[in-house]
T-cell receptor, first 115, second 109 residues
Framework: DSGVTQTPKHLITATGQRVTLRCSPRSGDLSVYWYQQSLDQGLQFLIQYYNGEERAKGNILERFSAQQFPDLHSELNLSSLELGDSALYFC??????????????FGQGTRLTVV | GQSLEQPSEVTAVEGAIVQINCTYQTSGFYGLSWYQQHDGGAPTFLSYNALDGLEETGRFSSFLSRSDSYGYLLLQELQMKDSASYFCAVLNSNYQLIWGAGTKLIIKP
């Protein structure tokens, strides 16, 4: 158990809909990362938050948004869903946003299926 | 742009040794990490190299050459359970983890 909790584990929804994925980082970790992984593909970095503030942005579509709350949990919002958005979405957390700790702990992911 | 290159697939025999290479081009460099991911599972941390040289952890070792922007993961005494995808990742000067596309390791009996 990595200590990172993601909900829900599975999600099936129709095209055009909107969903929210939730992530609770490890206790004490200030930094949260979101990744998208399509079938047999690598990890695509979406966005990083550190202590409530957006820290870095990757290949995140405008239809997607995220935020980190004061209790440090984070939500990833996906709207106007398309079939191509079907993927595993991972959340990871690290102790700090700085280089002192590089080990990222991953949640078990949310498998999103858009039909 | 920033990129990490690693082979897409490597095949080896149970009990053998395999090396997975990673070359990188990033804006700054703090260290190279390796992660293992089994099908359908989450990536798990294996190792981190900040300095040149070889780091050994049991059957797994990781090497870094900063001057060559190159590193590798060495897996010895391969077991069937080592069948997985292996990702290298670089921590750049903005403290971002930049990921390789992953290497699928196939182990044959």
């Amino acid at each position: 158990d990595s200590g990172v909790t993601q909900t829900p584990k599975h999600l099936i929804t129709a095209t055009g809909q909107r969903v929210t994925l939730r992530c609770s980082p490890r206790s004490g970790d200030l930094s949260v990362y979101w990744y998208q992984q399509s079938l047999d593909q690598g990890l695509q970095f979406l966005i990083q938050y550190y202590n409530g503030e957006e820290r870095a942005k990757g290949n995140i579509l405008e239809r997607f948004s995220a935020q980190q709350f004061p209790d440090l949990h984070s939500e990833l919002n996906l709207s106007s869903l398309e079939l191509g958005d079907s993927a595993l979405y991972f959340c990871a957390s690290t102790r700090t946003g700085e280089g002192s700790n590089t080990e990222a702990f991953f949640g078990q992911g949310t498998r999103l299926t858009v039909v | 742009g920033q990129s990490l290159e690693q082979p897409s697939e490597v095949t080896a025999v149970e009990g053998a040794i395999v090396q997975i290479n990673c070359t990188y081009q990033t804006s700054g460099f703090y260290g190279l990490s390796w992660y293992q991911q089994h099908d359908g599972g989450a990536p798990t941390f294996l190792s981190y190299n900040a300095l040149d040289g070889l780091e050994e952890t049991g059957r797994f070792s990781s090497f870094l050459s900063r001057s060559d922007s190159y590193g590798y993961l060495l897996l010895q005494e391969l077991q069937m359970k080592d069948s997985a995808s292996y990702f290298c990742a670089v921590l750049n000067s903005n403290y971002q983890l930049i990921w390789g596309a992953g290497t699928k390791l196939i182990i044959k009996p």
